[in-house]
């Protein structure tokens, strides 16, 4: 089978804040408010989506964290209770998912093809990180398409930053291949934050917005110089940029997620849509989109 495509990806950070604001029924703990400006960029971008046709959200999360190698949800479904271990107050979400196995297996051996260690995670029991939980509960809150989840290989911390960044490049051009040869069309999410120092006390309302900015000026710069290269197509840049990034702005980056996000888009020459910037606890995050259709259309 061919003939199938990335339709769409995007940066899409996982704060568990935002569900916590959004008070859907599947989260115990209610806000009355809070992170207004990400929550309505997570409203444009599933405008934009809700116009493809696709079949599955293939996702890569920072906080499914695997040190030997690359894994991947192997069962068709699973449902259980994830409660966020910092935030045990604002997440305590019952997640009931779809996984596309066939897909995932495709990804799988594609990487493996590709010289890099990965592997099946076919636990039954198996609980799904948050960060996955979070960004596919924003992007898309119906839950009626199948994920492709997939984990962070921690080669940063067994290795280095550069061994990190030549991984998760080789792994979004197998998760490209894999996906044309499958004939499914796709939507490619790179779950994370961008500077990513938190606060380290938490306020007694935690949506009260009057206590909540970014953790610097510096780190403000930062994310404004990647979101400005994003905006102008940059992202070759900013790929070679992102060592300097996650050692300087302690940027979730470290994680291969954005690396693997754009190499998995072919590090797109035009410019981002970016639907909102905002911070949470201080940390820095935007909510960006990328659709090759659109590009396609405008040659």
Known sequence: MSGGKIVAGALAPH????????????????????WETLRWAYDKLREDLDKLDYDALVILSPHWQTYVGTHFLGVEKFKSLSVDPVFPNLFRYHYDLKVDVELAQAICDEAHESGLVSKMMENPDFRVDYGTIVSCHLTRPAWDKPIVSISSCRSRSYYSVEVMQQQAKALGEATRRAVEKSGKRVVVLGSN????????????????MS???????????????????????????????????????????????????????GFPKYGAEIYGYGTVIGTGNVVAGWFPGREEASV
Request: include cysteine; glycine fraction near 4%; proline fraction near 7%.
């Open 15 to 34: 704060p568990p804040h935002l569900v916590y604001a959004d008070n859907p029924s599947q989260n115990e703990p209610t806000s009355e408010c809070g």
């Open 193 to 208: 934050s961008l500077s990513h120092r938190h606060f380290t006390t938490e306020t007694e309302v935690p949506e009260d």
């Open 211 to 265: 206590r909540e900015h970014i953790t610097s000026h510096a780190l403000y710069l930062w994310d404004m110089k990647i979101i400005k290269m994003l905006r102008e197509g940059r992202t070759e840049e900013v790929h070679h940029l992102l060592p300097e990034f996650t050692e300087q702005a302690v940027a979730e980056a470290d994680a291969g997620s954005f690396t693997w996000l754009l190499s998995s888009l």
